[in-house]
């Protein structure tokens, strides 16, 4: 079953999915998989594992400081694939994706990326910075192994280019909620609820939003808008100041749990 019918289904039995993130090696890989623990213990529907990059440029300094220590530290690809295979094992109820930029998966080689994805069980790809004009063949290669290229709408993109985008990718789209870069807060205003009709407008595929949310209210007004939100900056903040072990209790409080 590809991502996409996997979502669908679960969209059946949930008002609304949930998708979080995290960057490999940050802090470490020991506290990563405590937290993917963490996460797919409490109902998380799909896990970003952002492969370090030394210029994230949809990163906000929340991220940009993860991947910066990330590679201080060491982490290499071979390290994510490697531990990507051990996650996706461990935690078939969850779709996990490489979210990274396109220089790093160049300079891996594309074939060999996508063929090492598809070996390991991964469900897909998010690569803020390839847009579908330049990615004709990682778009037909990713397709032929059955994988998600995870397309992207964003406020300033019109109702052709939504459509044209959309019709280009496979599994959800990445419903970027504002201008700017991941880790500020979002309006959930009128205006979002009409850029996110628009979105709705443009495709069939399931719509996930990102950048800004961080809390159960964030969550609920998207209910109804949107089929998954997406928490990234918040998780890593988290992290850093209570630990790991406060996942559990804030992923149950995002999905409106207090168990």
């Not at 590679?71 to 461990?90: N, W």
Request: aromatic share 8%; with cysteine; net charge negative.
């Amino acid at each position: 079953m590809n991502i996409q019918q996997d979502l669908q289904q679960r969209l059946e039995k949930k008002p609304i999915l949930l998708m979080t993130h995290l960057v490999l090696g940050y802090p470490s890989l020991e506290v990563n998989r405590e937290v993917i623990r963490q996460m797919a213990d409490n109902g998380v529907d799909c896990i970003e594992l952002q492969i370090p990059f030394s210029e994230p440029m949809a990163d906000g300094p929340v991220i940009l400081k993860a991947n910066q220590d990330a590679l201080a530290s060491g982490i290499r690809v071979e390290d994510s694939f490697a531990f990507a295979k051990e996650m996706v094992r461990e935690f078939p109820q969850v779709n996990f994706l490489f979210m990274t930029y396109y220089n790093i998966v160049f300079r891996y080689g594309l074939n060999a990326f996508i063929e090492r994805a598809a070996d390991i069980g991964m469900k897909g790809f998010i690569l803020p910075d390839l847009p579908p004009e330049e990615g004709k063949a990682y778009l037909h290669l990713a397709k032929e192994k059955d994988l998600a290229a995870i397309m992207f709408f964003t406020p300033t993109s019109t109702d052709e280019r939504m459509v044209e985008v959309a019709g280009q990718g496979s599994g959800f789209v990445y419903c970027v909620a504002r201008k700017g870069v991941t880790g500020q807060q979002t309006a959930m205003d009128d205006g979002l609820a009409e850029y996110l009709r628009r979105c709705r407008r443009a495709t069939v595929l399931p719509l996930a939003v990102g950048f800004g949310i961080s809390s159960r209210e964030d969550v609920a007004l998207l209910e109804g808008k949107a089929d998954m939100a997406v928490i990234g900056t918040a998780t890593i903040k988290l992290v850093d100041q209570e630990g790991p072990e406060a996942v559990g209790p804030f992923i149950r409080s995002l999905a409106g749990e207090s168990r």
